[in-house]
């Protein structure tokens, strides 16, 4: 893989990612419905507004608009920065290292810069969260926080909860990323290289790295998709005035929760949107990323 300065990559990571966000949105609102509907109640016993990914898309239109495709769209674009730019940094630090060579490395690396990533991103995916989850009474699910914008929802958040409620659901979100991370830039990693080690495609073409998204994406989906659901409902529940949530306790408690009173699948919850909002966005993110890197590459060399 081409070599490039750390700062470099937090740029480059950050932009190819937010690219990405912007195709992938619509994706993620389904999607955030879908694990947010019939919340801690048993199968058949709730109402149904979202349905498949095909009829909740036009589910949401119905409600909010073409628009409504797009909600959270800043906040979404805020996460991607700050969560990918300092997880990309951090990879590219453990590759300077030489970190990522060693057994395993790429897994570690992968995961221990995604946990800070999502860290530090963790107050924009909570606002994103509440945005894209709010909706005309009729088709909500879920709690309703009723944000009028991003620096809105910060400053709500800020004043009632304080510093720490900025941070409520790190504590889901952390794992998350950690394993989408790991499952992402390791499965990226070793499957562009078997695909040029094959040479069905030229070595410097840009399938290449389609062809490694493609695979990323599957195992990103699989191992994220439960911590997904628990993500999002640890992120949108309801707060008591102590800032402390009034459906979960946290992480364990969460998913204890799902499986007992939702049933085990619940934690599958959207997992087609999920795929096909994942999938896209490895595909996009990785893809420029990836080429991306190999222009920043290319000019480095240009100019020593």
């Not at 990571?13 to 879908?34: D, I, Y």
């Not at 769209?73 to 030489?98: E, H, I, T, W």
């Not at 562009?192 to 399938?207: H, T």
Request: hydrophobic share 45%.
């Amino acid at each position: 893989m081409e070599t490039v300065a750390p700062a470099v990559d937090l740029v480059l990571g950050a932009s190819a990612c937010c690219l990405a966000c912007v195709f992938t949105n619509p994706l993620e609102v389904v999607k955030t419905r879908l694990q947010l509907q019939g919340e801690l109640q048993a199968r058949g016993t709730y109402p149904r507004p979202y349905r498949g990914f095909l009829a909740s898309v036009a589910a949401v239109v119905r409600a909010d608009g073409l628009c409504g495709l797009q909600k959270g769209l800043a906040a979404g674009l805020l996460y991607q920065g700050l969560m990918n730019g300092v997880r990309f940094y951090c990879y590219s630090l453990a590759g300077q290292a030489g970190l990522t060579q060693q057994p395993g490395g790429t897994v570690v690396a992968g995961a221990v810069a995604g946990a800070l990533g999502a860290f530090v991103g963790s107050p924009a995916y909570l606002v994103k969260t509440q945005l894209q989850a709010q909706t005309v009474a009729a088709m909500a699910v879920g709690h309703q926080h009723h944000h009028q914008s991003v620096l809105g929802a910060l400053e709500t958040i800020w004043r009632q909860q304080g510093l720490a409620g900025l941070w409520r659901g790190v504590g889901g979100a952390v794992p998350r990323v950690m394993v989408g991370s790991a499952a992402q830039l390791a499965t990226f990693a070793s499957a562009k290289a078997w695909v040029q080690k094959q040479q069905w495609l030229p070595e410097d073409s840009w399938l290449v790295a389609l062809a490694g998204g493609m695979i990323s994406s599957v195992a990103v989906a699989v191992v994220m998709t439960p911590f997904d659901v628990v993500s999002t409902r640890l992120y949108n529940q309801p707060v008591d005035g102590t800032g402390r949530g009034q459906l979960y306790g946290g992480l364990a408690d969460c998913l204890v929760k799902i499986w007992r009173q939702e049933g085990p699948l619940a934690l599958y919850k959207g997992l087609g949107p999920a795929y096909l909002r994942l999938g896209p966005h490895t595909i996009l993110s990785m893809l420029f990323w990836d080429e991306l890197r190999k222009l920043a590459a290319r000019s480095q060399h240009q100019g020593t």
